[in-house]
């Protein structure tokens, strides 16, 4: 098999492994509250992802890293905690998980946003039209017909989301300029002990108690080894064969098998102006994603002598 093949054919498989995560949390949080669920699932995830960094030999490393790295995974895991925390609220919002997969779309728009900000990084006309596309689908989604108009709504389900797009794109960021030094294995790590602590919090300070549902044990048991530790190792495996931005086309298509489980699952569909709006905002992604790749493979001017 071609490495090309075998590349996006592990992007296709990292796809089907994230697009879980909305259907099984979802199904789990229809049994059990939202602490129950997070204990249990980064209890879960922290094992995978533990058993993951032994396996790798990548603990070792920590021992050798600056101040300014530990820093860093610290603040990864600060921005992983804001994320996921919002990630899951919105999916316990919001009635088809398939939304908050296509406002998740912003999270490129973010990154590039913050690139430029903190970065010094320069999107050409290509990334800011896709950025512009991004926004449309984005002003689609969470409109509503009244009165034969359109109405931009904000509910607390898509300002969640939003807050989810905002710090995963932040984690990019400084996983983007400390990949080098951190092992993938110890960001996954981290951002599970991160979450792991927070959510026992809420558990404790809210004085849940241990019910679980054979179902939502179930949900939580699959849905945690899908997402959290296998959804990443395949996402890092097709790295090795494709380039990045090709990664971030395949991954992108997940909302469509979002809806395709929320609809075997629960035998719901978005609204057809969502639909439209979530095809906009992938469509945005590509745009961006493919300026991206065109900006990488523009030579290089030379500097005169």
Known sequence: MRPSIKGYLFALLATISFSNVYIFSKAAMQDVSLAQFGLLWFTLALLWNLLYAIRSKSIASIRKFDKSTKLALAGIGVSELIATSAFFTAINL???PAM???LANASPVFAALLGFLLLNERF???ETGGIIVTLLGMVIITSHQAGGQFQFQLDSGTLASLIFAF???VTTIIAKKRIGQIHPSLISLCRSIFLL?????YFWFSKQTFAYTSHSLWNIGIGSLLGPF???VLTYVALKYIEATKTVVVISTRSFFIILGAFLYWGILPKQEQILGG???VLGILIITYGEWKKKKRPKKKKRP
């Not at 602590?197 to 919090?201: D, K, R, S, V």
């Open 279 to 281: 095809v906009v905002t």
């Open 94 to 96: 919001m009635d088809n």
């Open 197 to 201: 602590i927070a959510f026992g919090l």
């Open 100 to 102: 908050v997969s296509f």
């Open 124 to 126: 050409h006309l290509l």
């Open 167 to 169: 710090f995963y794109a």
């Open 230 to 232: 296998l959804g990443s």
